[in-house]
């Protein structure tokens, strides 16, 4: 068995370059976004490192717990600790709550928002993973990012007394999710709850009992702000119904401490009307309490129960993500920071261990520690050790340097990669205008016989281009003289055989043609010279004169023929309407239309206005008219139609009847061509010739069509 060889199909030109321009300007592409967001991740890096250094610190200002422990040199100064129930679980919930860490981009300015600002970057800000924890002296959590509420209240006794007091500090454990009393907390929390939100409440009355700071509630009542101005409303009507909501603010552990006063009032617009704390207001009964609910009665025995007025509280409820860490997926960031190892230095203060953060462009976590003392006993003038620290923070920042950095890219990738892809197109135009073009015309030119190349060869913009183009015309002309011999020769060979064809054609047709009425007139007039069937002379003679008038109409139409196919017959330029002169041709058949019940229907989409000469005209509609009544069944239909556009008018004659086959639609317009080809038919097969004789004269084409119902002629003008 023969072996075939294998073909190599070679590349064609322009998209063999367009792949490679492709590939080069999307690689150059792709390294320059690699490159600039492996820079800005860095950047970003940079600055996340520093803000997870610095994190505890920022947490410890935010909470105030900078102020609840102050340090050696502030109580040198003589600061001093305000001591209240609750402050420092307050500070740490407080600043778990209020800290919040984002990442922005780069800028060319100190200022971020400077007039001098980078520009390419997108101006977003991303809020950042963070977790908290607070550990005692005995490493126990203290508090953790978590679900709870916490707030400064006052007791029953000075909400009774009607004191503008604070007396101390508690939070709610909103952990258990499945706790009926605590879900529209959770509504309230996002602003879906029947009152507004969390922090339109201006207090909120709650029975139960404490665990260190820890309240649990066992019955809630809220008063939101506007119980407090619907009470001040119905106390003082002169109050201006837009009213200031102003609320009482406390800095824990300030050294110069705010009072923690939380009573909130309104004035009248005068500033001369009353001022009511909501104390006042809930001793006149004017305070619409909104009772959330009431187990009191299921309060445990051992536990005894306190009534408290808590005031603006704030809430966080933590939903963290999934963390991976030195290839181990944490729940979240704050179970990471339960389980990462700390130690004890030799202050007694909680470290991590050396190399605990994981410093990467995918992803970053980076801990702190922060650990603060309570000096309000300490001598510091006595050699005595320092006491244990009272809290230990630590932090966790987790980020992906690189995912922030494609945010703030992602205008840069955009315009730049449709950038790279304009100049692609661009290039690949280039290529094909003024390189795979020419030489695929060239190519073409070459197979097609040398033909004449496009006029933009005249100047081409490459010299290789032009040098190619030169050396084509110049094998061009040669072929072309030596083409143009021959095919002079060919012409006159071809013209001298169609001449002899054509002649020994039209001979045989002519002689067959002309054989039967020259056959008739001769039988007839040897009849009469003999005189046989004398009472027969008058039919004898009419039947002579009608193949007699049958030579001559054919000798006419060849005459005719001839004459057109020579263009030796000159056309008068007639100005009419196609409709009205086919009208005109089927009133004259209206006979033979009655004869056959045939119907003739005419359609026209335009003016049918045409310049040409009207006597040729109606001789092609004549021919059309009476081959489509010949071969129209009885009772059938002839339709009519004419329409126009910007190049001519079309006339269409379609008659009802059996379709012709594909190679007589091609010979209809030939001379003596009849598809009956015994001839016994009457005509000569010459009509249709001379139609498209008529309208090539008038420069104009004509076709024939099968259509669904029949046959349909057409001329078009």
């Not at 709550?97 to 997108?122: E, Q």
Request: with cysteine; aromatic share 12%; hydrophobic share 35%.
């Amino acid at each position: 068995m023969k072996k075939g060889k294998t073909k190599t199909r070679t590349p064609r030109l322009q998209p063999y370059f367009v792949r490679r321009i492709g590939l080069v300007l999307a690689g150059l592409w792709l390294i320059s976004m690699l490159l600039l967001t492996v820079g800005t991740a860095q950047y970003v890096l940079d600055e996340l490192v520093e803000s997870g250094y610095d994190f505890p610190e920022y947490v410890g200002r935010s909470g105030g717990l900078e102020e609840y422990y102050p340090t050696e040199e502030r109580m040198a100064l003589g600061e001093t600790r305000e001591h209240r129930p609750g402050g420092a679980d307050y500070c740490m919930l407080n600043g778990i709550t209020r800290t919040t860490l984002y990442n922005g981009p780069p800028t060319l300015s100190y200022y971020p928002h400077d007039p001098l600002w980078g520009g390419i970057y997108r101006d977003r800000w991303n809020n950042l993973n963070t977790a908290i924890l607070f550990l005692d002296n005995e490493e126990n959590i203290l508090h953790q990012n978590g679900d709870f509420l916490y707030f400064y209240y006052q007791t029953a006794d000075s909400w009774a007394a009607q004191k503008e007091s604070l007396d101390g500090y508690a939070w709610v454990d909103l952990s258990n999710e499945e706790d009926p009393r605590y879900s529209f907390l959770r509504t309230q929390y996002v602003g879906l709850g029947p009152i507004d939100t969390l922090y339109d409440w201006e207090a909120v009355r709650m029975t139960g009992y404490f665990d260190g700071s820890r309240f649990e509630p066992l019955s809630m009542a809220l008063a939101d702000y506007w119980a407090y101005a619907d009470a001040v409303e119905q106390l003082s009507p002169f109050v201006s119904e837009e009213t200031d909501h102003t609320t009482g603010s406390s800095t824990v552990g300030s050294t110069t401490s705010n009072s923690g006063s939380s009573t909130g009032s309104i004035s009248s617009d005068s500033g001369s009307g009353p001022e009511y704390t909501m104390a006042q207001l809930d001793a006149m009964g004017l305070i619409e309490w909104k009772e959330r609910y009431d187990h009191a009665a299921d309060a445990p025995a051992d536990k005894a129960l306190v009534t408290i007025y808590g005031r603006y509280p704030e809430m966080m409820l933590y939903d963290g993500d999934p963390v991976r860490y030195r290839g181990q997926v944490y729940d979240d960031l704050v179970t990471l920071l339960q389980q990462e190892g700390y130690y004890r230095s030799g202050e007694g203060s909680n470290r991590f261990h050396q190399r605990t953060s994981q410093y990467s462009l995918f992803n970053s976590v980076l801990f702190g520690v922060r650990t603060y003392w309570d000096f309000s006993d300490y001598d510091f003038a006595s050699d005595e050790p320092w006491p244990d620290p009272a809290v230990t923070m630590v932090t966790a920042v987790q980020a992906s340097p690189l995912l922030i950095a494609a945010g703030y890219l992602r205008n840069v990738y955009l315009i730049t990669a449709a950038l790279v892809l304009a100049a692609f197109f661009w290039l690949r135009s280039l290529v094909k205008k003024h390189v795979a073009q020419p030489l695929t015309e060239l190519n073409s030119g070459m197979a097609d016989g040398w033909v004449h190349l496009p006029a933009r060869f005249t100047t081409p913009e490459l010299a290789e281009t032009q040098e190619l183009a030169g050396h084509y015309r110049t094998t061009q002309q040669t072929l072309y003289s030596q083409k143009n011999e021959v095919a002079r020769l060919t012409a006159a060979l071809h013209y001298a055989e169609t001449a002899e064809d054509n002649r020994r054609q039209m001979t045989s047709h002519i002689a067959h043609e002309l054989k039967t009425p020259l056959a008739v007139i001769h039988s007839y007039t040897e009849g009469l010279q003999e005189h046989i069937a004398e009472e027969k002379r008058d039919k004898y003679l009419e039947v002579i004169l009608s193949e007699t008038e049958r030579m001559d109409a054919m000798v006419l139409e060849m005459l005719d023929l001839s004459r057109l196919e020579a263009g030796r017959v000159k056309l008068s330029r007639d100005e009419f309407s196609l409709q009205e002169l086919c009208r005109s041709v089927f009133d004259k058949l209206e006979l033979a239309l009655q004869a056959k019940e045939l119907q003739v229907t005419y359609t026209c989409y335009c003016s049918d206005i045409v310049i040409a000469d009207e006597s040729r005209i109606r001789q092609v509609m004549e021919n059309f008219a009476t081959n489509a009544i010949k071969h129209t069944p009885h009772g059938g239909e002839i339709r009519i139609r004419v329409t126009a556009d910007y190049s001519g008018h079309t006339f269409s004659m379609e008659n009802d009847g059996e379709n012709l086959p594909a190679e007589v639609l091609d010979k209809v317009w030939d001379s003596f061509w009849r598809q009956d080809e015994s001839r016994t038919s009457p005509g000569t097969g010459l009509g249709l010739a001379i139609c498209k004789g008529i309208i090539t004269l008038h420069g104009g084409t004509c076709a024939a069509y099968n259509t669904k119902k029949g046959v349909e002629f057409r001329f078009r003008i």
